[in-house]
């Protein structure tokens, strides 16, 4: 019997639609499922208000696109459609059976093009954790630079464990950590620092005093910028300052103002 990678994720979910980034969408998830040699599942979760716009042809078409793409690059694949008459959709939308789900962000629910539970509703739901690729990102390797969004929550620390095997394939991981209390900010970073090392993951701390002249966000920003992130890993609706502003109630304003995709778990 070939043994297990439990350091590889073995079902990608990707959702399909026919928004303007579908496509670096598809492209990131044909590219993880090469890289943990997973199955790839698409799942259609076209709005059907979309079939009344010129975006129709293309959604149309997300079947055998999507198949396409995934012969030409040799990985396992399933196709599904989403229940749209489901009493609950969120349910039908197939999340409970994958490792990590691809999603767009809020814009293209807002837009109609998607079905309204994408992404939120599979977060605070399904139990796995969902990689958001922002509206503007271009086909590119992603998860190379990692930084993590560190509270000590329990949203956080689910996102790092779901996250492994990001985390052990990436080139450099950074441990972000925002907290008026310096003696906090250290041993919180130091700790999970530790841990990661334990799973022969070398990471380093990125500590910020929290002087009241920036904000977290914008300082999580700065940090991305500084160490050349290309991925963010974060805790989905969190109660803590960080999270609450980054991932809470403004989740879907922040979701359109993303330049960097973000895994998050709940």
Known sequence: MTPVNLRAFRDILVYLSAGDNAGARLDAAITLAQQHGARLIGVDVTNPAVFETDRAPTAAMLEETFTALAR?????????????????????LY?????????????????????????????????VPVLVIPD???AQPLGRRVVVAWNAS?????AVHDTLPILSRADHVTIFAFDARPNVL?????LLISHLDAH????????WPDAGDIDAIDALYSCLSEEGADLIVAGGYGHT????RMLGGATRSLMRTLTVPVVMSH
């Open 154 to 158: 329990r949203e956080a620390t689910r």
């Open 200 to 207: 022969g993951i070398t990471a380093h701390p990125f500590t």
């Open 136 to 138: 503007l990102w271009t």
């Open 72 to 92: 030409e690059a040799r990985v396992e694949y399933q196709f599904h459609a989403a229940d749209r008459h489901d009493a609950v959709p969120w349910k039908s």
């Open 95 to 127: 999340a409970h059976y994958a490792d990590i789900v691809i999603a767009p962000t809020g814009g293209e629910a807002q837009a109609r093009v998607v079905l309204r539970e994408v992404p939120q509703d599979v977060l605070l739901n399904a139990g």
């Open 241 to 244: 300052p960080l999270m609450e």
């Open 186 to 190: 250290r041993e919180e970073t130091r």
